[in-house]
């Protein structure tokens, strides 16, 4: 079990143009979270899964972010037409849990930088 | 809404000395408390998970502390030592699906 893992971790893109980030949690967690992190801040909830279904998406989340988690393995977190306002560290974290209480821990990855010029 | 603060947004203490880090929040029906450590462009590694139903959490030289009622957690690190210069966060969920909401974080420096 190597934790959760993200690819790239580095990215820089032009605005207006596309980005895609995968994730990887760690084996057989059922639930997966995307963060986002601003210089200074504490990450933000952007959206999360339970397996396959995604369950809540944040008003952060524009119509531009798309986000899968096909069959419940991997996900990815696509930004569509990059705004330098999209600078930032996207994190994500999972956990298992059998059960609709929130008491297990969650873990994170090491999270992308994406800078827009 | 949930809200997390953590007070000082920056604290300076020479090697050995203990530190205590400071975290509020505004609602205290939460399910637990998260703290982490994130290090300078990386990512978020959990330090300790403290249940509700917990007062207190060890491991190693941190030790957690909560109290629901008044709406605070408290992280102690003994004998600090320049390795532990980081910035700390705390979050705790704001459902029971585990959305967590974070404070800013505490940036720690141990100095030799």
């Known amino acids: 079990d190597t934790g959760v893992s993200q690819d790239p971790r580095h990215k820089i893109t032009k605005r207006g143009q596309n980005v895609t980030f995968r994730c990887d949690p760690i084996?057989?967690?059922?639930?997966l979270y995307w963060y986002r992190q601003t210089l200074g801040q504490g990450p933000e909830f952007l959206t999360y899964f339970q397996n396959e279904a995604q369950l809540e998406k944040s008003r952060l989340l524009s119509d531009r972010f798309s986000a899968e988690r096909p069959k419940g393995s991997f996900s990815t977190l696509e930004i569509q037409r990059t705004e330098q306002g999209d600078s930032a560290m996207y994190l994500c974290a999972s956990t298992y849990t059998g059960s609709r209480v929130s008491g297990e821990e969650q873990f994170f990855g090491p999270g992308t930088r994406l800078t827009v010029l | 809404k949930q809200e997390v603060t953590q007070i000082p947004a920056a604290l300076s203490v020479p090697e050995g000395e203990n530190l205590v880090l400071n975290c509020s929040f505004t609602d205290s029906a939460i399910y637990n408390l998260q703290w982490f450590r994130q290090d300078p462009g990386k990512g978020l590694t959990s330090l300790l998970l403290i249940q509700s139903s917990q007062r207190e959490q060890t491991s190693g030289r941190l030790n957690a502390s909560l109290d629901k009622s008044s709406g605070r957690s408290t992280l102690y690190i003994a004998a600090s030592q320049p390795g532990d210069s980081a910035t700390y966060l705390c979050?705790?969920?704001?459902?029971?699906?585990?959305?967590?909401?974070f404070g800013a974080g505490t940036q720690v420096v141990v100095t030799p």
């Open positions: 979050a705790v969920p704001t459902d029971s699906w585990g959305k967590f909401q």
């Open positions: 084996s057989e967690h059922n639930r």
